[in-house]
């Protein structure tokens, strides 16, 4: 059986070089093709690490028609690198259709870790971490986005997207009109001289926007949802509404373990309370 070559997912320094790993450089020194994202741009790159390898274009715009070259070298036993301007391919970057047909032809595909933006950001942040949304950049047409902020108001999990700098305003202003004021954690520009931090609030900055330097690339950490706590008083509120509907009392239970979220033994107790006034 004819061996076939490897594909490898190559992370890049999001900013700072020298947080290039020693075996992401021997992989772009020993492989047959780099695939770019922006060739200049990394040219400088392999230039400081003396990586002398061939390297063509490979982004949104060309990556089907690209994929069939790196095939041919992969299928002829040949290995592939793949890198983007900065940070992880395949995290809103282009990577995901070689990496799908590279599979799909039983072709090994290897990823490197290393340096993505959004993990120093949330790290920082100072929110939780055991559990977080990646949301990325938004999609471009207003209904999907709308739809997607829609779907993530609830989470109690911390949410983290990615913005350009020329948008950050806007972007911030949607956020406040579907999910309300909320803590928040701007990063920018991180690894780099002028890596700064913000800690505010959404409507901080949308009060101050020339708080913020709208230079770089941007990482926002928007805190989740909170969970409401209900007094006692208030489910007992709850309950006579539901029981004044008309509902049974199984049914009112039900409906205001649906709104709260609050264990049924708690509800059900208050039930009782109320049924024995």
Do not use: W
């Not at 983007?84 to 595909?109: C, F, Q, R």
């Not at 999907?144 to 999990?157: A, F, G, P, R, V």
């Amino acid at each position: 059986m004819k061996k076939t070559g490897i594909l490898y997912i190559v992370p890049t320094p999001i900013g700072n070089l020298a947080d290039m790993t020693f075996r992401a450089v021997k992989i772009l020194k020993n492989v047959a093709l780099i695939g770019a994202e922006d060739t200049r741009t990394s040219a400088k790159l392999l230039k400081h690490y003396q990586i002398k390898t061939p390297m063509i274009s490979y982004h949104k715009f060309n990556e089907r028609s690209r994929v069939e070259k790196f095939l041919d070298k992969l299928n002829n036993g040949e290995d592939v690198a793949i890198i983007s301007d900065a940070g992880t391919p395949g995290i809103s970057d282009p990577a995901s259709i070689i990496i799908k047909d590279a599979i799909e032809n039983d072709i090994k595909v290897e990823t490197l870790p290393g340096a993505t933006a959004f993990i120093p950001a949330l790290v920082s942040s100072c929110f939780n971490t055991e559990r977080f949304y990646f949301a990325g950049f938004l999609p471009e047409k207003k209904s999907d986005k709308d739809t997607l902020l829609k779907e993530l108001i609830n989470i109690e999990d911390t949410i983290i997207f990615y913005e350009a700098p020329h948008r950050l305003v806007k972007f911030l202003s949607r956020l406040r009109e579907v999910f309300g004021n909320r803590k928040i954690v701007i990063a920018r520009e991180l690894s780099k001289l002028y890596e700064t931090y913000y800690r505010t609030t959404i409507e901080e900055v949308l009060a101050n926007p020339d708080m913020i330097t709208l230079k770089g690339e941007f990482v926002i950490i928007v805190e989740g949802a909170q969970k409401k706590e209900y007094s006692d008083a208030e489910i007992v509120e709850m309950l006579q509404t539901e029981l004044d509907k008309g509902e049974s009392k199984k049914d009112a239970i039900k409906k205001v373990q649906e709104i709260t979220g609050e264990p049924r033994n708690r509800i059900y107790n208050l039930a009782l309370c109320l049924e024995n006034k």
